[in-house]
């Protein structure tokens, strides 16, 4: 729409027919609303939104955030190959929706958990058996405003070679 200032913006329109008192029109009214801010803040936040996700996207570390349920508000790519579990079906399910209960999962859960209550970040090695492999991963959990991200590394290859070496130095010594 074009303003009696020549300057151009974005309207909304809503109009109604009038009827008098024996249901013919007798008129029309209507209600025109700039909605130019309210577009540019939604374009604002499209933008936002596909910047973090190509963000996310390009991280191959499992990565995941979490609500103060433990539940899945976002899941990465790298998540979904390592599982099997797609993104669509992970969020929205909780902890033990995704993962078996195990004591490595209790172990994350009060990890997570202890995160969500002093609002400081924690670090830990934990070892998982997913779809037919062990795994070691180094996993950080960091506090968010509204729950926590993790970020999981899979370690299991450098773990299995720091393992061999030391194994290697004991026979060595004998």
Do not use: C
């Not at 002093?118 to 058996?129: D, G």
């Amino acid at each position: 729409v074009l303003a009696a200032n020549g300057r151009m913006f974005e309207a909304e329109f809503s109009g109604a027919l009038m009827r008098d008192a024996h249901g013919n029109p007798s008129g029309f009214v209507g209600v025109m609303r700039d909605i130019t801010e309210r577009r540019q803040g939604e374009e604002a936040l499209l933008q936002s939104e596909r910047k973090f996700k190509e963000l996310a996207e390009s991280i191959t570390d499992v990565f995941f955030a979490m609500d103060e349920e433990l539940r899945y508000t976002y899941w990465n790519s790298a998540s979904e190959e390592l599982t099997g579990v797609w993104a669509e079906n992970a969020v929205g399910k909780h902890l033990y929706d995704i993962f078996p209960d195990s004591e490595e999962t209790r172990r994350a859960e009060r990890v997570y958990r202890e995160v969500l209550r002093t609002k400081k970040p924690q670090h830990f090695l934990s070892e998982y058996h997913l779809r037919g492999q062990d795994f070691v991963f180094e996993i950080s959990a960091y506090p968010t405003e509204s729950g926590l991200t993790v970020f999981a590394k899979d370690i299991t290859q450098r773990k299995g070679a720091e393992d061999a070496l030391r194994e290697s130095e004991e026979i060595s010594r004998g």
